[in-house]
């Protein structure tokens, strides 16, 4: 009698900065089924060398991959947070040599306001708070951080995933990571993460690794 076909559980580890991030990561964990396990980890804002005491400390051994989801704003306007942010990068550049667990480092610029008002397909670049408030309604930049369910409420209407994506995969960003996936036994390994602080100039995102690791 032959045995049972396995199916392969491919378990993710999500590191995220906010309530509105982890909002979002936990109800999409919710949404998509068995095969993928996500957990988010809520950091509740405390800096980039909190993510990295974080990482070491409380990782799991094991998952496929880790994604680390931080916002850029902090990296040119806190003090400190420069030094602190590049320490976070090598850790994950030095991981990924080493062939560990991939860490996948996503960066939000500036933050992941902007990256929600891209699922808007009439969000044409303005000032997103300005975007939450007037166009998706919300009284304040607060009250949308505080909606526990924000991923229903970007993937409802006229609100898209797809549309960040698109946007996302045509744009400039400060940080990418480099990798390859083996789809039938699903290992991933990134081959190197490339970033250029000039690039904060200009908005963007990277998030869209995430959803093609994941095969959203």
Not at 176 to 186: A, F, L, M, W
Not at 199 to 213: I, K, P, Q, T
Request: glycine share 6%; aromatic share 12%; net charge positive.
């Amino acid at each position: 009698m032959s045995r049972p076909i396995r199916m392969l559980r491919r378990k993710f580890e999500v590191f995220c900065e906010g309530d509105t991030e982890y909002n979002y990561i936990n109800h999409m964990r919710k949404k998509q089924g068995v095969e993928i396990s996500l957990r988010p980890i809520n950091m509740k804002g405390g800096g980039y060398a909190n993510f990295l005491n974080e990482i070491k400390t409380k990782g799991q051994v094991n998952c496929l991959a880790r994604f680390i989801l931080v916002d850029a704003d902090r990296i040119t306007s806190n003090v400190g947070e420069d030094a602190a942010f590049l320490r976070l990068l090598e850790y994950c550049r030095q991981q990924n040599r080493k062939k560990a667990i991939p860490c996948f480092l996503i960066l939000d610029n500036p933050d992941f306001e902007y990256v929600a008002c891209l699922h808007a397909a009439n969000f044409s670049g303005q000032a997103t708070e300005k975007f939450i408030r007037e166009t998706m309604g919300f009284s304040s930049l607060s009250d949308f951080k505080r909606k526990e369910d924000i991923y229903e409420f970007l993937t409802s209407g006229a609100y898209r995933y797809e549309n960040m994506l698109e946007r996302l995969r045509g744009g400039k960003k400060a940080l990418c990571n480099k990798y390859v996936i083996q789809r039938k036994s699903y290992s991933i390994k990134i081959t190197e993460t490339i970033f250029n602080k000039a690039d904060l100039a200009v908005r963007g995102s990277n998030l869209e690794e995430f959803f093609d690791v994941i095969d959203w």
